[in-house]
């Protein structure tokens, strides 16, 4: 008889946390390139629930009932054919692909392909933490604006909005972290968030918004500037210290491109995290006014084990640190999603399995 587990599944789109059913299903069979990998910690990214809600109704999920959950940690139990560099009882942290979810669940298939060794340092809430929301800073920060790990890239003037939710947490440390200098953080190294000068060094400049009761958090967490998003300033977005942005990182619910126009340099440019066709429209009608300002769309690679490798190894080295809203059992797995749903976590929601 095949051994079970305890999962959460949907069975339908909407419905929210109560369409969350505890059930007992059978244990996956790892196949080619797949390893099963006893859950420890399932982390909850905005996306899980969109996708209940219909954001890419009749292509996810594939099918009925659906497990959700990307972001896993845990063991692995057995590996299938084709895995290398893995094997039963190493600690690992995974990006579980959109397609098949499954990691709100004591077993999960975790492919090799966005697999990487969890180091004992970081515990398996952290790493769970880590694939879409540390990537989504990373993937963004270097591979869209261009911001160089070695402190070698351009010194720009950047606005984060939502600066302490699960990706913003990340961001406004991605300043200090993700452009330092590691040869300067050794002279200047004082205490937990030391990169924090490195990037003064190094000419970036953060201003942030979030909630009153999160600003000295975000302040903690590097950010040289914050606004409270409730206040006209914050509202406005104007930088205190009068600073016109290179970048917004807009991580915060939809504003249209002209909400930041008058505080954007001339050639600045608007990342949008949740673009959808109005952000591509907006980029071509730009494009054909010769607006030099551009409103450009983000889209995660989640696939890709050398960015998950890179922002394991910074927590590994204490740059990067994880800052957790909530853990629930995974039973309360609708209390979780719950919490993600209000839009109002300071970091991430966690599932402890
Ligand atoms: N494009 C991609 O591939 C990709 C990948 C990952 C995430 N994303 C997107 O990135 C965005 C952020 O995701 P997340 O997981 O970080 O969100 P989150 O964790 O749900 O963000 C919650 C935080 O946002 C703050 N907040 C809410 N409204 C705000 C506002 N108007 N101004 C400033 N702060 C505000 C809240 O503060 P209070 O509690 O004080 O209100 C709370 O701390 C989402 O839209 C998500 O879909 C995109």
Redesign the pocket.
Known sequence: MAKMMHAHQYSKYHGGPSALEYVEVPVPTPKKGDMLVKVEASSV???DW?IQDGLLKYVLPRKFPHIPGTDISGEVVSVGSGVEGFAPGDKILSWIDLLRGGGFAEYALAPVTSTVKRPPSISAVDAASLP??AM?ALQ?AVHLIGLKLDGSGPKLNILI?????????FWTQARSSFSSTPDLSRTVRQGVFEEYRIAKLCGCFVTA??????MELVRSLGADEVLD?KTPE?ASFKSPSGKKYDVVVQ???YRPLEAFKAQLTKRGTVVD???TLRTVLRNWYNKITFSKQSFL????D?KNTTDLQSVTDLVEQGKLKVIV?STFPLAKAPDAWAR?IE???????VLIV
């Open positions: 990214n905005i996306v969109r879409v929301a989504t963004s909005t939502a600066a302490s939710g699960g990706v913003g947490i918004t979030c909630g009153a009761r999160n998003y914050g991580l915060a619910p995290m949740t673009p769309p983000f889209v995660l989640a809203d993600s839009g109002h976590s300071t970091g991430k929601v």
